[in-house]
């Protein structure tokens, strides 16, 4: 069995599930459709391949305009990326002897505990690939699942040694040379 060590670091760039899509954009009202349920405004554009939103208004929804809904909307389009410039993302690691993981019985899987996992990439007898955490064996099926959790995030892998688990690698930015690349088994 060969084993390496992988220190994960998510890096978030996201709010919601990944998916090849156009993003929203202030609209003009020539560009939408705007109807109503109940409380809510749907406020979808005519261009194809962009989201619907169902806006949560209130029960004052049935004296607004169509153009005051849009306002609403474009408002809360340009509070968003207003967060989204000001956001400074920190990955939580878990300190070293804590668990990393945790067992989320309801859901049948594993959950990360901070945005930073320290593992080790093994094979078992048959191949198959396995990543220790905390001592606890995931095949790739468990590991996979429990990485739906950050499911729409992005993800680095740093492979480090075994022993460097603890520690961030010099990165350097290049094409790597042939020597750097692994071989196949």
Excluded at 11 to 29: D, N, W
Excluded at 48 to 59: D, N, S
Excluded at 92 to 114: D, H, M, N, T, Y
Excluded at 148 to 155: E, H, I, P, Q, S
């Amino acid at each position: 069995m060969r084993r390496v060590g992988i220190d994960f670091v998510w890096v978030v760039f996201f709010l919601g599930r990944h998916m090849p899509r156009k993003e929203q954009y202030i609209a003009r009202l020539d560009e939408v459709i705007i109807t109503r349920e109940g409380d809510c405004a749907v406020i979808q554009y005519k261009e194809e391949g962009i989201l619907t939103t169902h806006l949560k208004i209130g029960p004052e929804i049935t004296g607004m305009s169509d153009e005051a809904i849009l306002g609403l909307f474009n408002d809360t389009l340009r509070a968003q990326a207003q967060l989204a410039a000001e956001y400074k993302h920190v990955a939580v690691e878990v300190p070293l002897g804590s668990p990393q993981i945790k067992s989320f019985a309801r859901g049948s899987q594993w959950c990360p505990r901070g945005g930073v996992l320290r593992c080790l990439v093994e094979d078992d007898e048959t191949a198959q690939l396995v990543v220790e955490i905390d001592d606890q064996r995931l095949s790739l099926e468990e590991f996979g699942r429990m990485l739906t959790t950050y499911a729409g995030w992005g993800m680095r892998i740093e492979f480090v040694p075994e022993d460097q688990l603890h520690r961030r690698p010099t990165l350097e930015v290049r094409e790597p040379d042939s020597e750097d690349e692994p071989a196949p088994d």
